[in-house]
């Protein structure tokens, strides 16, 4: 799969060069990637894949991700990018990460709703009985906090786009840990970042 992925970036080097070539994010990135690459033997290049899963650890640099265009796009766009912001605006890029897994895993998962507008708003028509606290809490949602969203769009387009799930080892849940609720006894702690444990059932739901 690694493999796979270099072979990806060098045909996306390649195809930088070419006239009217877009982009997405991962792509520029892996792009940008082979360049680092150029050069490495395959026998090298083999050995240096042969590392933690978590390659992909390069998408949650605070300053790369800073340097990056606005992000825009569809309705799930919005949705994600809104959940990342109420939901994890407070935490370290790689907890923002984090909740955006949890709820495309979600969208992955046959128990839930299979978009990341569904899953966000599953269980909003009915007050403090949603699965995201904000979407049901009787309170208007407003984006006070510009430079916070726009490192939620980021995030959600990466997400999006299919930027790797590796952090919360396919978590379909998560809590606050100032908080002890009854239904974390029934699953498996997978991950804790800043304020957030992480949780899946006893199956792995994804592995994107």
């Known amino acids: 799969m690694r493999i796979c992925?270099?072979?990806l970036s060098f045909a996306l080097l390649a195809?930088?060069?070419?006239?009217?070539?877009?982009?997405?994010?991962?792509?520029?990135?892996?792009?940008?990637?082979?360049?680092?690459?150029?050069?490495v033997s395959q026998n090298r290049l083999q050995r240096l894949l042969q590392g933690s899963p978590r390659a992909a650890e390069f998408l949650q640099d605070k300053a790369w991700l800073e340097q990056q265009p606005l992000a825009s796009g569809d309705k799930n766009w919005a949705c994600l990018a809104e959940a990342i912001y109420f939901e994890a605006r407070g935490e370290s890029i790689k907890g923002q990460f984090a909740v955006a897994e949890v709820i495309l895993n979600r969208a992955d998962s046959p128990r839930f709703p299979d978009s990341a507008c569904g899953v966000i708003t599953q269980g909003g028509e009915r007050r403090h009985a949603c699965q995201f606290s904000y979407n049901c809490d009787g309170l208007a949602e407003h984006i006070r906090e510009p430079v916070a969203y726009a490192v939620a769009g980021k995030i959600s387009r990466l997400m999006l786009d299919g930027a790797p799930r590796y952090i919360t080892k396919g978590a379909t849940y998560y809590h606050s840990r100032a908080v002890n609720?009854?239904?974390?006894?029934?699953?498996?702690?997978?991950?804790?970042?800043?304020?957030?444990?992480?949780?899946?059932?006893?199956?792995?739901l994804s592995k994107k």
Not at 26 to 38: C, H, P
Not at 182 to 201: D, I, L, M, N, P
């Open 5 to 7: 992925l270099i072979t």
């Open 15 to 39: 195809s930088m060069g070419a006239a009217d070539v877009k982009l997405t994010p991962v792509e520029r990135v892996l792009a940008i990637q082979a360049k680092a690459f150029n050069g």
């Open 181 to 204: 609720p009854g239904w974390a006894k029934k699953f498996q702690k997978t991950f804790t970042v800043g304020s957030h444990h992480f949780y899946r059932e006893n199956t792995q």
